[in-house]
T-cell receptor, first 112, second 113 residues
Framework: DTGVSQDPRHKITKRGQNVTFRCDPISEHNRLYWYRQTLGQGPEFLTYFQNEAQLEKSRLLSDRFSAERPKGSFSTLEIQRTEQGDSAMYLCASSPDTGKEHFGPGTRLTVT | KQEVTQIPAALSVPEGENLVLNCSFTDSAIYNLQWFRQDPGKGLTSLLLIQSSQREQTSGRLNASLDKSSGRSTLYIAASQPGDSATYLC????????????FGTGTRLTVIP
C-alpha cells in the first residue's frame, strides 16, 4: 500500500491558462473522489468515480472543470481558462466499496 | 443538504490538558462520521471512523463519540501534546448517494509546551 499520490504538488499558473492534475489512487480501490479546499475551510466535494464511471458531480464543478478516470485507475482533473477564484488545494481520495477514504497530499493551485 | 459545523474554530491549551472538540450535523441520516487531522499545507489523515450503528471509537489518546439523534459528535483528546497541534476536521457520509464526505470547517488546535 503506497498510498494515494498526486502530481504536481504545487502549480502556479496565469489566469486564462489550462491546468491538469493527476491522482493515482490505492490500486485496489474502486472509488475515487476529488475535493477542493480553500483557505480556512473544510474540503468540498467535486466529483466521484466508481471504477471508470463518473457517477456524481457537484454544482461546484463548472463547465470549465472536467475529470476523467479512463481505465478505472488514475484520474485527471482539468481546469480550463483558470480564474483567480480557482486558487485552492485540490485533494484526491480513494476508497474500497465499503471503507474509509484515504486522501492524497493534495495539489495546491495558485492562479495569478 | 448536509451541513456540518465545528466549534470552536480555534483552541489553545497548555500541554497535558484534556480537551473536547465538537461537531454538529443537520441531517441525522448518516452512514458514518469520521474525524481527520490536517497539518498546515498537507492532506488529511483519518483518525477515527464511527459507523452510524456505533456510539464511540477509541484509538490511543483519542476517543470519538456519536449521537445521531442530536446530530452531534465529539472528539476527546487526553493528555494533549505539542505534536497534537493541527486542524481537526469532522466529516459525515450520507446514507445515500456517492458516499462523499461533508466536512466541517475544522478546529485549529494549538498545544502550548
Amino acid at each position: 500500500d503506497t498510498g494515494v499520490s498526486q502530481d504536481p504538488r504545487h502549480k502556479i499558473t496565469k489566469r486564462g491558462q489550462n491546468v491538469t492534475f493527476r491522482c493515482d489512487p490505492i490500486s485496489e480501490h474502486n472509488r475515487l473522489y476529488w475535493y477542493r479546499q480553500t483557505l480556512g475551510q473544510g474540503p468540498e466535494f467535486l466529483t466521484y468515480f466508481q471504477n471508470e464511471a463518473q457517477l456524481e458531480k457537484s454544482r461546484l464543478l463548472s463547465d470549465r472543470f472536467s475529470a476523467e478516470r479512463p481505465k478505472g485507475s488514475f484520474s485527471t482533473l482539468e481546469i480550463q481558462r483558470t480564474e483567480q477564484g480557482d486558487s485552492a488545494m485540490y485533494l484526491c481520495a480513494s476508497s474500497p466499496d465499503t471503507g474509509k477514504e484515504h486522501f492524497g497530499p493534495g495539489t495546491r493551485l495558485t492562479v495569478t | 443538504k448536509q451541513e456540518v459545523t465545528q466549534i470552536p474554530a480555534a483552541l489553545s491549551v497548555p500541554e497535558g490538558e484534556n480537551l473536547v472538540l465538537n461537531c454538529s450535523f443537520t441531517d441525522s441520516a448518516i452512514y458514518n462520521l469520521q474525524w481527520f487531522r490536517q497539518d498546515p499545507g498537507k492532506g488529511l489523515t483519518s483518525l477515527l471512523l464511527i459507523q452510524s450503528s456505533q456510539r464511540e471509537q477509541t484509538s490511543g489518546r483519542l476517543n470519538a463519540s456519536l449521537d445521531k439523534s442530536s446530530g452531534r459528535s465529539t472528539l476527546y483528546i487526553a493528555a494533549s501534546q505539542p505534536g497534537d497541534s493541527a486542524t481537526y476536521l469532522c466529516a459525515a457520509v450520507h446514507q445515500t448517494g456517492a458516499n462523499n464526505l461533508f466536512f466541517g470547517t475544522g478546529t485549529r488546535l494549538t498545544v502550548i509546551p
